[in-house]
C-alpha cells in the first residue's frame, strides 16, 4: 500500500509518499514528473510513521537544522542508472554544490568507463523521486550557472540561498 501525506513548506504544498513504511517520493506541487513512476492509488494518512518523521525532517531543513539524511528510511523507485545517480546526490553536502560534469566523472569511475553522458546524469538528476531531501538542487552547471529544476528554477534559486550559496542564474 502506498500512503500520502501533505506538508505546507516555504516553498509551496509538497506531496510525500510512503510504501513499507519507507519514503519513496517528496514532490512540489507542480514539479515536472509528479509521481515519476507510481501508478498506484495512494491513500491519505497524516498518522503514518515515516511521513510524520519526513515533516519533522522538513521543519528542520526549513528552520536551517541542517538535519542528517539518514534519519529518512528510502525507497527509491527507478533504474539502477538513476539509483546510482540518487545515491550520489545523497553525499552532495548541505551548503554545497557539484556540477553534472563531476557527477558524471563518479558515475562513469563506479562504472568502470572512461566517460559519461552528462545528458544521460542530467535526465537521471532530473527524474529524483525524492526533491530536497536527495538534494538534486544542488547540481549546477560547469560554468557555475544554474540549469533546469523539475520543480522549477524559482525554488531552487531558494533552496540554495536558503542553505546559503550564492547563485548564478541562467542569464547572468
Known amino acids: 500500500m502506498l500512503y500520502k501525506s501533505y506538508y505546507n513548506s516555504p516553498l509551496g504544498k509538497i506531496l510525500l509518499v510512503s510504501k513499507s513504511n519507507k519514503l519513496v517520493g517528496l514532490w512540489l506541487e507542480g514539479q515536472k514528473h509528479y509521481l515519476g513512476k507510481i501508478k498506484d492509488d ?4 497524516d498518522e503514518e510513521p515515516i511521513l510524520l518523521k519526513t515533516k519533522l525532517w522538513l521543519d528542520d531543513y526549513f528552520n536551517e537544522k541542517k ?17 546510482m545517480v540518487w545515491e550520489e546526490l545523497l553525499r552532495i553536502p548541505y551548503g554545497k554544490v557539484i556540477t553534472y560534469k563531476e557527477v558524471a566523472i563518479k ?13 544521460a546524469v542530467g535526465s537521471a538528476v532530473g527524474k529524483n523521486p525524492i526533491s530536497i531531501i536527495i538534494p538534486c538542487h ?7 550557472k544554474l540549469t533546469g529544476y523539475a520543480g522549477g528554477i524559482d525554488k531552487k534559486i531558494k533552496l540554495l540561498e536558503h542553505e546559503g550559496i550564492k547563485v548564478k542564474n541562467k542569464n547572468d
Do not use: H, W
Not at 534519519?71 to 539509483?83: A, M, N, P, V, Y
Not at 558515475?107 to 545528458?119: P, Q, T
Open 42 to 45: 495512494l491513500i491519505l494518512n
Open 67 to 83: 538535519p542528517d539524511i539518514n534519519r529518512i528510511e528510502l525507497d527509491l523507485i527507478g533504474t539502477d542508472f538513476q539509483k
Open 107 to 119: 558515475i562513469a569511475k563506479k562504472l568502470n568507463k572512461k566517460v559519461m553522458s552528462f545528458r
Open 138 to 144: 544542488r547540481v549546477i552547471g560547469s560554468n557555475g
